[in-house]
C-alpha cells in the first residue's frame, strides 16, 4: 500500500502498488495542472502573484515550534523551457527545502486537503558574498511530475497531461510592467535600467561610470541586444545617483510615471536584474515589499525607502506601485554595514522619479543635453541625507 504525504512539510512517496499510484499521479497531476490552466497562455503571468511558502525551517529543531510555518511574498521569476523553476522572495531559511509553495489565493481559500502546490521548495538562499540574499528557488509541480515519468511509465498515456508536458514553449514573454527593465551591461558589469519613452532609459550613474566615449554600452530588452550611448551621468559619488542612456532601435513603449510618491505602507514591487547575468535569459526579478519610509528635504520626497530586495545588478531598475502599475523611483542602493561588510538588501533605497521627471521633460522639449545637468543635485542637506550622514545637534551654550 503506498504512502502519499503531501501536505505538511514535504512530498514523501513510496511505490508499491503501481496500479494505485498511477491513478493517484493522475489526479495529482490533474488538480496541479488547473492551477497552471489558469494562466495558460502565459505562464509568465505567475510573475508577481502572490504566494505562500509553508515549510519547517531549521528542520528537526524543535518541530513544535517550527512545524508548518509560511512565509508569504510574490513569484519573483521563472526560469526554463517550460517554468520549471521559479524564484521567490518568500523567505524561506535552511531546512524548508521540500516544502510546499502555493498560490495565496488558493492557499486562503481552499481547505488543506484541496490545495494543490504551485511548487516544491528546493533551495532557500540566504548568505553570499556577506549578503543577505532572502529567495529561494521552487521546482514547478508539474515539471517534478514530468521527471517522475520514467517511473510512472502509465502517465504517458494521459492525453491531457501529454499535452502539457510535451508543450516546448519559451517563456520569453513577461508582464508589461516588465518590459520597460532592461539589462545594462558595460564590460563585464552589469546593472538594470528603466526605458521611459522616446528612446531614452534611467540607469544609475554607478552602473555606466566606466563607460568612456568609446565604449559600447549594451541594453538587453526581451532577448534582444541593443546598442546605447550615455547622455549624461551625474559625477561619481554625487546626488543623485542617475545616468540617461539614448537606447538605439529601442521597441515603441510608454511607461506611466507617478506624480507623487505613496504614502509609507503603500505596497510597492521593485523589479531588476539583480543577482542574475543575461546568459541565463531570464526576464527581470519582480521583488515585494512596502514603502517604509519617504525622506524629504523642505517637504520634497528626495529619498524612497522600501522593503524590497535590491540585490547586486538591480541598481537602476524600476520601483512601482503595484496599486497603478506606475514608476514611483529608480532602485539605487541597499544599505551596507561598514564594519562588519554585511549588506541588508531588504533595507533599499530609491531616486524618487518625481525628481528626475521635470527635468527629463525639458530636456525632451530643448534637445538640450545641457539641461539633464541639472540631475546633478549640490544641496548639502540632500547630500547627507544620501549618505547617511547624522545631523549635527544644534545644542545652547551655558550662560554659566
Not at 230 to 237: A, G, K, Q, R, S
Request: glycine share 8%; aromatic share 6%.
Amino acid at each position: 500500500m503506498p504512502i502519499i504525504w503531501p501536505r505538511p512539510v514535504g512530498f514523501i512517496i513510496c511505490v508499491n502498488n503501481n496500479h494505485f499510484f498511477d491513478h493517484m499521479s493522475k489526479e495529482l497531476y490533474h488538480d496541479c495542472s488547473s492551477v497552471w490552466e489558469k494562466n495558460r497562455g502565459d505562464l509568465h503571468s505567475l510573475v508577481g502573484k502572490s504566494v505562500v511558502a509553508v515549510g519547517t525551517p531549521f528542520g528537526s529543531l524543535c518541530p513544535d515550534v517550527f512545524m508548518n510555518s509560511i512565509s508569504q511574498g510574490v513569484v519573483s521569476n521563472i526560469a526554463g523551457n517550460h517554468g520549471d523553476l521559479m524564484l521567490t522572495d518568500a523567505r524561506c531559511v535552511p531546512g524548508t527545502e521540500g516544502g510546499a509553495l502555493f498560490l495565496k489565493s488558493d492557499y486562503e481559500q481552499l481547505s488543506a486537503n484541496d490545495r494543490v502546490p504551485l511548487g516544491i521548495i528546493v533551495s532557500s538562499m540566504c548568505w553570499k558574498a556577506d549578503e543577505w540574499i532572502g529567495l529561494s528557488i521552487a521546482c514547478s509541480f508539474p515539471q517534478l511530475l514530468q521527471s517522475l515519468q520514467i517511473v510512472l511509465r502509465k502517465l504517458a498515456g494521459d492525453t491531457r497531461a501529454q499535452h502539457l508536458l510535451s508543450d516546448t514553449r519559451h517563456f520569453t514573454a513577461c508582464l508589461p510592467i516588465q518590459q520597460h527593465v532592461g539589462l545594462v551591461k558595460v564590460g563585464n558589469t552589469w546593472g538594470s535600467g528603466v526605458l521611459i519613452g522616446n528612446d531614452l532609459m534611467l540607469t544609475c550613474a554607478h552602473v555606466v561610470k566606466q563607460a568612456q566615449p568609446w565604449s559600447s554600452v549594451r541594453v538587453t530588452l526581451f532577448g534582444r541586444h541593443l546598442q546605447a550611448e550615455v547622455l549624461y551621468t551625474v559625477p561619481d559619488n554625487e546626488v543623485f545617483d542617475v545616468a540617461v542612456l539614448r537606447v538605439y532601435n529601442a521597441p515603441v513603449t510608454a511607461i506611466s510615471l507617478a506624480s507623487i510618491v505613496p504614502a509609507e505602507g503603500a505596497a510597492v514591487r521593485a523589479i531588476g536584474h539583480g543577482l542574475f547575468d543575461d546568459y541565463l535569459g531570464m526576464a527581470p526579478s519582480v521583488l515585494s515589499g512596502v514603502i517604509a519610509k519617504v525622506i524629504t528635504s523642505s517637504t520634497i520626497p528626495v529619498m524612497v525607502q522600501t522593503t524590497c530586495a535590491v540585490h547586486s545588478g538591480a541598481s537602476g531598475g524600476a520601483l512601482i506601485d503595484t496599486k497603478t502599475s506606475s514608476l514611483i523611483g529608480l532602485l539605487c542602493c541597499n544599505s551596507k554595514d561598514q564594519e562588519s561588510g554585511a549588506s541588508y538588501p531588504h533595507v533599499s533605497f530609491s531616486v524618487p522619479i518625481t525628481i528626475v521627471q521635470p527635468i527629463v521633460s525639458r530636456f525632451l522639449k530643448t534637445g538640450d543635453v545641457g539641461v539633464l545637468r541639472s540631475l546633478h543635485i549640490c544641496d548639502t542637506k540632500v547630500k547627507k541625507l544620501w549618505k547617511l550622514k547624522p545631523r549635527l545637534l544644534v545644542t545652547s551654550q551655558s550662560k554659566l
